[in-house]
């Protein structure tokens, strides 16, 4: 730790050295004297063109590019897309230096003391698409993409490798243009080396129809395409890792990559016991990441890879998968094929223990309980999307997806209930065996056709679906009641389910150009769902010995169907920096329903008319968005069944078949404003959420505290949250980078409810500071601190409620050293202080990973020891607050372990010629 706080302070010192400058100007087309918007001024070291700072020009075609430096002479840059770059050498012998205007021209010629010659600039803003050379931007050897966008201006990657651009989140990658293990942004941008990209492209996130037509993106999300270098599209490489450590703990994990041109084949393959997908390499922490997370991984212990799940949500899993993904195109690019296959297994077993405090308007009573639970779970996923361009203006795709489940665990559980005077009220035990097995089949195709003026389309969509589940459960209860008049109810049943849901769906899209940017949009979508579900319950006959009484009150046979019909009609502007529209829409739902056993045949008909509407306004470095939107939520099958469900003896659920559906009013806002002058920028968001007719559960507990729930509808439900963001980056040359972020957000629940027959208003209310700093020093040294506090209230309008107020803290710690040469030393620490927790189970915990590794075999081989949780602290405390209960939850979490693990990395590219360098011997 010394070594790391000298490093950091010997950094604070080199400020010394170096002096600030500010270079400006103007940027025209030499033609018409035009400015020109959003070119590009960068500057550079003479020695080794390591990039120094760069800005954009305003819509006036000015710039200010200010930077802290110790040269003395650098290389200046001025480009602009379809122009001649210029090249100045500049001596830098005064702190303001004005250059004047600088005209620009698509043909080389020379001007006084200034040479034009061909460079790639850092940065390019080509119409609504942001583009970063990524040799432009410096960063530690063996880098990986993550590593490389932390790099660059506006995009953020936090511990769990999320990634937002400008303050929107990312939620698509794509490699030359095409998907790479599905929808997973994780495993691209942690498996791929930097070496091998030429270009970071981000562009709204847009569908099929909207990249065909040219429509304006309406998501509120970011697409990253990763272009591949020429040289580097041909080759293999991947990475091997096998480790094994105490307590049996291990971990076997690889990714294999093969590209050729267009044609790419991924195969990666994995398995632990650590909670891991498997596949995120870290340079520091394998596949572990900050609190057992990496590749969506929830910290209960479950995670998904490209759309498929492992473990069941809690405790350990033991995980083995399999994958490959393949892509291609075919005759000129007309006809496009991506592909990929998972299969995961998981065993996961979790023991909780849970303290709940039930809230009732004269008192409360008090139930304890623990839970063992031991599943497995296996998995086949695959899917595909066939690409067809017949001509420029004719396109068709084709998407089938298949996902193949089965699972069986068991579930043991014991709970107590007592008054709030400790007299033991009831006492229950069960334990629950099942099996389940799914299937699930879904096909889309989409056929599109431009036609007539730019901009007018027809686009019609066939979507089916086919969801088969069969299940069985073992299910044995004892309850016991005590009081006055004491009781024992015990339950031995089976129950066998078959259910299959078919769905399909139709939809015409039509948009005419009424003149330019202005266009009529006429939609209208067909939905059909029906479910056949038999639910089949015997009771054990002793007579018999086997299960052969049948229970008819817990059965049932039933048809339900679900019928949607959505004509729309809107109006949209889509300007280059303004577009704003409004859209109507008229929703029918029918509902059908048909229960042989039970007799609760109904039929209900909904119609609803709604609206959206949508502003934006954009510029190169700002935007915002003001949107509504109205959705109709339809009851669950489930909710509407009036059939109970005793899963848990002490409470008892029913469905209503009255139910209305749920219709929720959202107005959501963000403005986003990147500052390139001051590599600084803002982010502000703000949602407001209504609901009418919201579904709730309502609960009545009896004189013995057996709980009874049920749904119905309430309106008066509303939210709203809202926060936002300011960061800055400060960079000296190659020496230093830091990263500042300040941020807050906040959330205010007004919640209506009964409890007890009685009304209930429950108001929360949540608040959130936080701060983090991620300093680099010459990629040899890391450091990255942050802070969070959480002030939490909660009120209720019922007198004999009790207000809740409590405040948590977190604090992080992440350091990263990569000095002396081929040593790798990363600490990660996390202290967390949860003040709502009740007297019994733990508050406070440190948690600290730590990674020690050694680069050899020329650097393609890391031998590494890591330990997890340090001090043994890893706690899984969580404490849930509801409009009628309190509930401390403590449940199975990995404990501290020790791994040693080798990391093999290789690669080959080109036609075969061998090139010593870093990493050893290379085909180029």
Do not use: C
Request: charged content about 25%; cysteine-free.
């Amino acid at each position: 730790m010394r070594s790391i706080l000298f490093a950091f302070f010997l950094s604070l010192s080199l400020l010394s050295y170096s002096q600030e400058y500010k270079i400006t100007g103007a940027i025209a087309d030499k033609a018409n004297n035009q400015p020109l918007e959003a070119a590009t001024i960068y500057a550079e070291t003479i020695k080794d063109s390591t990039l120094i700072s760069y800005t954009i020009t305003n819509q006036k075609g000015l710039f200010e590019l200010e930077f802290k430096t110790g040269e003395k002479t650098v290389n200046l840059f001025i480009s602009f897309n379809g122009f001649s770059t210029i090249r100045k050498q500049l001596d830098l012998d005064k702190n303001d230096i004005d250059l004047q205007t600088i005209l620009l021209e698509q043909r080389a010629v020379e001007l006084s003391g200034v040479d034009l010659v061909g460079e790639r600039s850092p940065i390019t803003i080509k119409k609504d698409t942001l583009e970063f050379n990524a040799d432009s931007f410096k960063a530690r050897p063996d880098a990986n993409v993550e590593d490389l966008l932390k790099k660059l201006p506006g995009v953020e990657v936090d511990s769990d490798g999320k990634i937002t651009v400008n303050g929107r989140e990312v939620n698509q990658i794509l490699v030359n243009g095409k998907p790479f293990f599905g929808n997973d942004t994780n495993i691209a941008t942690k498996n791929l080396p930097k070496e091998i990209v030429d270009k970071i492209q981000v562009v709204d996130t847009k569908t099929d129809t909207e990249k065909f037509t040219g429509k304006e993106s309406d998501s509120e999300n970011k697409t990253i395409n990763i272009t591949i270098k020429k040289d580097k599209n041909k080759g293999l490489f991947g990475r091997l890792t096998g480790g094994y450590g105490t307590d049996e703990r291990y971990q076997l994990s690889g990714i294999v990559n093969s590209f050729n041109d267009k044609q790419r084949l991924s195969v990666l393959a994995s398995s632990n016991n650590i909670n891991s997908a498997g596949f995120s390499f870290d340079e520091v922490y394998d596949a572990i990441g900050r609190g057992a997370n990496s590749v969506s991984v929830s910290s209960g212990g479950n995670f998904n890879i490209g759309g498929l799940a492992f473990g069941f949500g809690q405790g350990i899993t033991t995980s083995s998968n399999i994958g490959g993904n393949y892509a291609n195109s075919f005759k000129d690019d007309k006809i496009d094929l991506n592909a990929d296959y998972f299969y995961a297994n998981s065993d996961s077993f979790n023991d909780t223990r849970t303290s709940r405090e039930n809230i009732l308007p004269d008192g409360s009573f008090f139930t304890d309980s623990e839970t063992n639970f031991d599943g497995n779970s296996n998995s086949h996923r695959a899917s595909s999307r066939f690409a067809f361009e017949i001509d420029s203006t004719l396109k068709i795709t084709l998407r089938p997806r298949l996902n193949v489940t089965d699972a069986n665990s068991v579930n043991i559980r014991n709970e107590t209930s007592s008054d709030d005077t400790g007299n033991l009220i009831n006492r229950s035990f069960s334990r629950n065996n099942s099996e389940t097995d799914q299937r699930d089949f879904n096909n889309e195709l989409s056929v599109i056709k431009r036609f007539g003026k730019k901009g007018s389309f027809l686009k019609f969509g066939l979507e089916n679906r086919i969801l088969e589940n069969e299940g069985f459960s073992l299910f044995n209860s004892e309850n016991e009641i005590f009081g006055n008049t004491p009781s024992t109810e015990t339950v031995n049943q089976i129950t066998n389910t078959d259910a299959t849901t078919t769905g399909w769906q139709a939809d015409i899209e039509y948009r005419q150009a009424l003149k330019e940017n202005l266009f009529l949009d006429i939609a209208y979508a067909y939905d059909v769902n029906k479910n056949d579900n038999e639910r089949l319950v015997f009771d054990f006959d002793p007579n018999t010995n086997d299960f052969t009484l049948f229970n008819d009150q817990l059965s049932s046979d039933f048809n339900f169907r679900n019928t949607q019909q959505r004509p729309s009609l809107g109006i949209n502007y889509e300007g280059k920096k303004i577009r704003f529209g409004v859209t109507g829409r008229f929703v029918h739902t029918a509902l059908e329903n048909n229960d042989e056993l039970q007799d609760t045949d109904f039929e209900r008909d909904f119609n609803d008319i709604l609206f959206n509407a949508r502003f934006r306004y954009r510029n190169k470095t700002k935007s915002l968005n003001i949107n509504y939107r109205a959705t109709t939520v339809i009851p669950q099958v489930s909710q509407l069944q009036p059939i109970d469900n005793i899963t848990n003896p002490l409470n008892i659920i029913t469905g209503n078949p009255d139910l209305e559906p749920t219709i929720n009013h959202r107005i959501f806002l963000n403005l986003n404003n990147f500052d390139w002058k001051t590599r600084s920028g803002v982010f502000i968001y703000g949602n407001l959420t209504i609901d009418e007719d919201r579904i709730v559960t309502t609960t009545v507990t009896d004189e013995n505290f057996i709980r009874r729930t049920t749904y119905e509808n309430i309106s008066g439900n509303y939210s709203m949250n809202g926060g936002g963001s300011w960061s800055k980056r400060i960079k000296k040359d190659s020496v230093y980078t830091a990263r500042i972020r300040l941020g807050a957000f906040a959330t205010f629940n007004n919640t209506l409810n009964f409890n007890n027959g009685l009304r209930l208003n429950t108001k929360r209310f949540n608040i959130n500071p936080n701060a983090s700093i991620n300093f680099n020093f010459k990629e040899q040294l890391e450091i990255e601190p942050s802070y969070r506090i959480s002030y939490n209230t909660t009120s209720y309008n019922i007198d004999t409620f009790e207000d809740v107020n409590f405040v948590t803290h977190n604090f992080g710690l992440k350091t990263t050293t990569y000095w002396p040469k081929n040593l790798i030393w990363g600490n990660d620490i996390t202290y967390t202080f949860n003040g709502s927790i009740a007297d019994g189970f733990q508050r406070s915990s440190v948690f600290w990973n730590m990674s020690l590794g050694l680069k050899m075999l020329k650097e393609q081989g890391t031998l590494k020891v890591l330990a997890y949780d340090l001090l043994n602290q890893n706690i899984n405390t969580r404490r849930t607050v509801t409009q009628d209960f309190i509930q401390d939850t403590q449940g199975t979490v990995l404990q501290r372990y020790f791994l040693l693990s080798f990391t093999w990395k290789f690669d080959k590219f080109g036609t075969g010629k061998k090139r010593r360098g870093r990493g050893g011997v290379r085909f180029f």
